[in-house]
């Protein structure tokens, strides 16, 4: 069993900048971040392997940056120039299978989810 714990979510004013992170319990293969805003879907924002492959949503690219430290077990997203239509609840998943996807379905593991607000 993978247990994920995120950390690091907050208030910022539009155009700043927040950290998430995520604690992992286990080894798994893929790894990503997910969205929800309310009345939404929640939705792919960033996916990792852990040969390095990188994959991004159009929404985000240029402004977020994910990353993996294998040794810590840990996961990490970098956003930058935040804008009010990023505020959400932002998640991290897990999954033991071997592929780079931002669909929410393929991942098994989740953790409980950090809220992020971006005031205009």
């Known amino acids: 069993q993978v247990q994920l714990v995120e950390s690091g979510g907050g208030s910022v004013q539009s155009g700043g900048s927040l950290r998430l992170s995520c604690g992992v319990s286990g080894y798994t293969y893929s790894m990503g971040w997910f969205r929800q805003a309310p009345g939404k879907e929640r939705e792919g924002v960033a996916a990792i392997r852990n040969d390095g492959r990188i994959f991004y949503s159009d929404p985000v690219k240029e402004r977020f940056t994910i990353s993996r430290d294998n040794a810590k077990n840990t996961l990490s997203l970098q956003m930058n120039s935040l804008k009010p239509e990023d505020t959400a609840m932002y998640y991290c998943?897990?999954?033991?299978?071997?592929?780079?996807?931002?669909?929410?379905?393929?991942?098994?593991?989740w953790g409980q989810g950090t809220q992020v607000t971006v005031s205009s």
């Open positions: 998943a897990a999954d033991p299978r071997w592929w780079l996807t931002l669909d929410p379905n393929q991942y098994r593991y």
